[in-house]
């Protein structure tokens, strides 16, 4: 199926952003790394997907998150974020906050059981996002807005569906070795060109892909030195500071990651609720994602010296935190309102759906989950 063509206005944003892409390859010798063209596509100043204008979430934007789906999503999350807040401190971080409604419905739940919040800090690079996100949190004074990781922080941390937005290395196994794919312009179009791993990104193989020599000439894979690099930062920011941050996001652990039958790697990309895989389709005007490697993330974790307090199911977690008896408060008698609402926690828990696919890893310091969450805890299979 074709996919549906932009209007004049978004097409030519998506020119803007094309020509300034190609200025930087051109800078560059000829060839930027597949992670720097993936960073201007998504976030380069007004024009990239991110910090551009265009919707991104909804019924008019390319995709949909757990907290659009239902406020109970929302208002289990607050039964975690409760449980931690008990153990450190009444503050939260959100990165990269959507339009605001998780904020809303996580602070709306935690209000209702007389938990006060005294900070809750977004963390966002979309303009059109944080605009929508302002409006949306406007009765909230509670809320404001940052641009990067303070230096010290206590509490909880939020990011649903940020590790996949975050700027990942191409490899491909040639007959000459490991390869990193570049990307350069052919005939007045982006292409790939292959060029050798410097020693960091062949330390980040070797780390992340224990296996990479065992796979077959012509596998591609993704490496994620940035989003390591965010669990780092993660870590000092807790450094000594009581507290845990809880990730959402579609992935697998290593040894499911790296096999065979995933040859062509996770890469994906989401334009107006289509998928498909070509990162090179109109530049600026869709998200471009891969698959965590949750493995890579909680190494990172410990090895900055934060604990790996549990990693599950998205399934496992909100049932544990008691996501069925929240639904149960709305009289399953009274379907005009029940049905809509059991067929959204159905979503975000049918193994079919989000419930398997979805993990969650919680890092964390000197906190721990409640057992009704523990109980679905996978961390041995990291």
Same mark, same amino acid.
């Given at each position: 199926?074709?996919?549906?063509?932009?209007?004049?206005?978004?097409?030519?944003?998506?020119?803007?952003?094309?020509?300034?892409?190609?200025?930087?390859?051109?800078?560059? %010798?000829?060839?930027?790394?597949?992670?720097?063209?993936?960073?201007?596509?998504?976030?380069?100043?007004? #024009? %990239?997907?991110?910090?551009?204008?265009?919707?991104?979430?909804?019924?008019?934007?390319?995709?949909?998150?757990?907290?659009?789906?239902?406020?109970?999503?929302?208002?289990?999350?607050?039964?975690?974020?409760?449980?931690?807040?008990?153990?450190?401190?009444?503050?939260?971080?959100?990165?990269?906050?959507?339009?605001?409604? #998780?904020?809303?419905?996580?602070?709306?739940?935690?209000?209702?059981?007389?938990?006060?919040?005294?900070?809750?800090?977004?963390?966002? #690079?979309? $303009?059109?996002?944080?605009?929508?996100?302002?409006?949306?949190?406007?009765?909230? =004074?509670?809320?404001?807005?940052?641009?990067?990781?303070?230096?010290?922080?206590?509490?909880?941390?939020?990011?649903?569906?940020?590790?996949?937005?975050?700027?990942?290395?191409?490899?491909?196994?040639?007959?000459?070795?490991?390869?990193?794919?570049?990307?350069?312009?052919?005939?007045?179009?982006?292409?790939?060109?292959?060029?050798?791993?410097? =020693?960091?990104?062949? &330390?980040?193989?070797?780390?992340?892909? =224990?296996?990479?020599?065992?796979? &077959?000439?012509?596998?591609?894979?993704?490496?994620?030195?940035?989003?390591?690099?965010?669990?780092?930062?993660?870590?000092?920011?807790?450094?000594?500071?009581?507290?845990?941050?809880?990730?959402?996001?579609? %992935?697998?652990?290593?040894?499911?990651?790296?096999?065979?039958?995933?040859?062509?790697?996770?890469?994906?990309?989401?334009?107006?609720?289509?998928?498909?895989?070509?990162?090179?389709?109109?530049? $600026?005007?869709?998200?471009?994602?891969?698959?965590?490697?949750?493995?890579?993330?909680?190494?990172?974790?410990?090895?900055?010296?934060?604990?790996?307090?549990?990693?599950?199911?998205? &399934?496992?977690?909100?049932?544990?935190?008691?996501? $069925?008896?929240?639904?149960?408060?709305?009289?399953?008698?009274?379907?005009?309102?029940?049905?809509?609402?059991?067929?959204?926690?159905?979503?975000?828990?049918?193994?079919?759906?989000? $419930?398997?696919?979805?993990?969650?890893?919680?890092?964390?310091?000197?906190?721990?989950?409640?057992?009704?969450?523990?109980?679905?805890?996978?961390? %041995?299979?990291?």
């Amino acid at each position: 199926m074709p996919l549906p063509l932009p209007d004049s206005d978004a097409l030519a944003a998506s020119q803007a952003l094309q020509q300034h892409i190609a200025s930087a390859i051109q800078d560059a %010798g000829g060839a930027i790394p597949f992670s720097r063209f993936m960073e201007l596509a998504l976030y380069a100043p007004r #024009l %990239g997907y991110y910090s551009g204008g265009a919707a991104k979430l909804g019924a008019s934007g390319d995709f949909t998150t757990a907290p659009e789906i239902t406020p109970l999503f929302g208002q289990a999350l607050a039964r975690a974020a409760a449980a931690i807040i008990a153990q450190s401190a009444p503050n939260i971080i959100e990165f990269g906050a959507g339009t605001g409604k #998780l904020a809303r419905d996580v602070l709306t739940a935690l209000a209702a059981d007389g938990i006060e919040v005294d900070s809750y800090t977004i963390i966002e #690079l979309s $303009g059109e996002l944080r605009a929508r996100q302002q409006e949306a949190l406007a009765d909230f =004074p509670n809320v404001r807005w940052i641009d990067g990781f303070p230096e010290r922080f206590s509490g909880v941390v939020l990011a649903n569906e940020v590790l996949d937005a975050m700027p990942v290395e191409l490899v491909i196994k040639t007959i000459d070795g490991w390869r990193r794919q570049m990307v350069t312009i052919e005939d007045g179009r982006f292409a790939y060109v292959q060029q050798a791993l410097d =020693p960091l990104l062949a &330390a980040q193989l070797a780390r992340q892909v =224990p296996d990479a020599e065992h796979l &077959a000439e012509g596998y591609l894979t993704e490496l994620h030195p940035v989003a390591c690099g965010f669990m780092a930062s993660l870590a000092s920011m807790f450094a000594g500071e009581k507290g845990a941050a809880i990730l959402f996001d579609y %992935g697998f652990p290593a040894h499911e990651y790296y096999v065979d039958a995933r040859v062509g790697g996770t890469l994906m990309c989401h334009y107006r609720h289509h998928s498909h895989p070509d990162p090179f389709f109109l530049p $600026g005007l869709q998200d471009i994602t891969a698959h965590v490697d949750f493995t890579a993330m909680a190494l990172s974790a410990q090895d900055a010296g934060l604990e790996v307090l549990g990693y599950m199911n998205q &399934a496992g977690f909100l049932l544990g935190c008691g996501i $069925g008896d929240l639904l149960l408060r709305t009289d399953p008698n009274d379907a005009v309102r029940y049905l809509p609402q059991s067929k959204a926690v159905q979503k975000l828990v049918s193994p079919a759906e989000m $419930g398997e696919l979805f993990k969650v890893l919680v890092v964390g310091n000197e906190v721990e989950l409640p057992d009704a969450i523990l109980r679905a805890d996978r961390s %041995g299979r990291l």
